[in-house]
């Protein structure tokens, strides 16, 4: 079975702060991934996504993840977060099928 | 465009009655899945439906949750004789995934259950 863990369970940063939160994969298999956020009051919408191909993933709003297959790893950054970054972020993968095994959440807050 | 549509938003009953939330995917998507999230259990997959193939229910909790798919469509989550530990939020989700591949899913607004 697949699982994923994320070891930033909350992170306050001031604006224009370097980010990077951690996600970690088991599954043996091939892996599609994903990171996820949840704006306060809003539902989950994708940040970015890695299916094959390049390991560095570029999604919205000036977020990036690395794909580092050795390390089961797929790590998100954004060089200057910014007030409106704050929310809750979910690594997630899917392998072996279509549905999505979730990590716990990192809930991000920024402060001005 | 429409997304993802969920109803009710919220829903507040009472221990052992039964309960159906609704989804509305994305027209077109022809995959749809449910997952519950929980403050103790984070974000689970409860149900996935593909197609006109047999909906994977690995991830039903038990035998009082069903889920069913009209017509390839709208799909109908029913909790049965629901419980204080079933109080979560259920999120359903669609994409216009390919067997075996996987592609976003674009998720609704949830609805928030509360058995009291």
């Known amino acids: 079975a697949q699982s994923v863990s994320q070891h930033n369970h909350h992170v306050i940063l001031s604006e224009a702060a370097s980010l990077e939160l951690g996600c970690n994969y088991s599954?043996?298999?091939?892996?599609?991934l994903f990171w996820y956020v949840q704006y306060p009051g809003q539902h989950l919408q994708l940040l970015l996504k890695y299916f094959s191909g390049d390991p560095l993933v570029k999604g919205i709003k000036g977020f990036e993840a690395e794909f580092i297959k050795s390390k089961f790893s797929f790590n998100l950054r954004k060089p200057s977060v910014q007030w409106s970054d704050t929310a809750e972020y979910f690594c997630?993968?899917?392998?072996?099928?279509?549905?999505?095994?979730f990590g716990t959440g990192t809930q991000l807050k920024v402060e001005l | 465009g429409a997304g993802v549509s969920q109803s009710p938003s919220n829903k507040v009953t009472e221990k052992g009655k039964d309960v159906e939330l609704r989804c509305d995917p994305i027209s077109g998507h022809t995959a749809l899945y449910w997952y519950r999230q929980s403050l103790g259990q984070g974000l689970e997959f409860l149900i996935y439906f593909q197609g006109n193939s047999a909906p994977d229910k690995s991830g039903l909790p038990s035998d009082r949750f069903s889920a069913e798919r009209t017509g390839g469509s709208v799909s109908t989550l029913t909790i049965q004789r629901t419980q204080q530990e079933d109080s979560a939020v259920y999120l359903c989700?669609?994409?216009?995934?390919?067997?075996?591949?996987?592609?976003?899913?674009?998720f609704g607004p949830g609805t928030r259950l509360t058995v009291l």
């Open positions: 997630a993968v899917t392998g072996g099928g279509n549905k999505l095994t």
């Open positions: 989700a669609s994409s216009p995934a390919m067997r075996g591949r996987g592609d976003e899913q674009f």
């Open positions: 599954y043996g298999g091939t892996v599609n």
